[in-house]
Each structure stands twice: as structure tokens, then as C-alpha cells.
């Protein structure tokens, strides 16, 4: 049953990953500044992803009846930048909080890699696992796009 132990272990560490991903988006939100609408709009969608992620991923988990881990990943030595980010905001420009969010999607991408070599995942787990990490990818390089752009 080490397989099992495994799988609900990668996913779980996804799951708290999207929950730092909520929280550290969640406070860039509150920090923006009036006219960062677009902004604003970025990162709600951001959130409302992240969300979206877990309920896949504890979907997964649910069907092995096991526990479905909840709150953030403060101890995670992966997504540690996410942490920063959200100690960092107050007052930032920003071009530095799109730095400081794409650090955090840098931490994340990190993350599903490290989730994509469990060898114990479903094949339907890793085809999720693989279009999240797309999807992050995506977010990613927007976020460095405008970033560069100023």
C-alpha cells in the first residue's frame, strides 16, 4: 500500500500548494492599489484557478477515502516563495509584486514537477497533475510578460 501512501501524499502536497497560491494572490488583491484593475481582475482569477485546483485534486483524494489535508504549506520548503511574497507587498510597485508573483509561480511550477515523479500516480492523476501544470505555466508567463512590459 506504499503506492496509495504516495499518491494521496503528491496530491495532498498540491492541494496545500493551491492553498498558498489562494492566500499569497488574496493578499497581493488587498495590497493593489486603486488603479491596478487590471490587476485585480488577474489575480481573482488567479484565486477562483487555484480553488478550481483543489477541488480536483481532493476529488482524487476522495476516491481513495482518504484525508484530504487542508490549510497552507507554511513548513514547505518548495513554495517558500510564496511566503515572501506575501511578507513583501506592503507598499510595493508593481512591477515588484508581478516579480514577487512570478517568483510564486516559479515555486509552484517547481512543485508539480517534483508531483510528476511520484511513479505512483494514476494515469487519470498525472494527466491532471500535467493540464494544472499547463495551466500554471500559462499564468506564469503572463504574469512575466507584463512584468517585462513595464
Not at 49 to 63: N, R, W
Request: glycine content about 4%; proline content about 1%.
Amino acid at each position: 500500500m506504499d503506492y496509495l501512501k504516495n499518491q494521496i501524499e503528491t496530491l495532498n502536497d498540491l492541494i496545500l500548494i493551491n492553498n498558498d497560491r489562494v492566500e499569497g494572490y488574496q493578499k497581493a488583491i488587498e495590497e493593489l492599489k486603486a488603479d491596478d484593475a487590471d490587476l485585480r481582475i488577474l489575480f481573482q482569477e488567479r484565486v477562483n484557478q487555484s480553488k478550481s485546483f483543489h477541488t480536483e485534486l481532493a476529488a482524487e483524494i476522495a476516491k481513495t477515502g482518504e484525508e484530504i489535508k487542508e490549510g497552507t504549506y507554511l513548513s514547505g520548503e518548495i513554495y517558500r516563495a510564496w511566503m515572501d511574497v506575501k511578507a513583501f507587498f506592503s507598499g510595493a510597485d508593481r512591477k515588484t509584486i508581478l516579480d514577487n508573483c512570478e517568483n510564486g509561480e516559479d515555486a509552484a511550477l517547481i512543485a508539480y514537477e517534483k508531483a510528476l515523479k511520484c511513479e505512483d500516480l494514476t494515469p487519470e492523476q498525472r494527466t491532471l497533475i500535467i493540464r494544472q501544470q499547463a495551466k500554471i505555466k500559462a499564468s506564469h508567463d503572463m504574469i512575466r510578460a507584463m512584468r517585462d512590459a513595464l
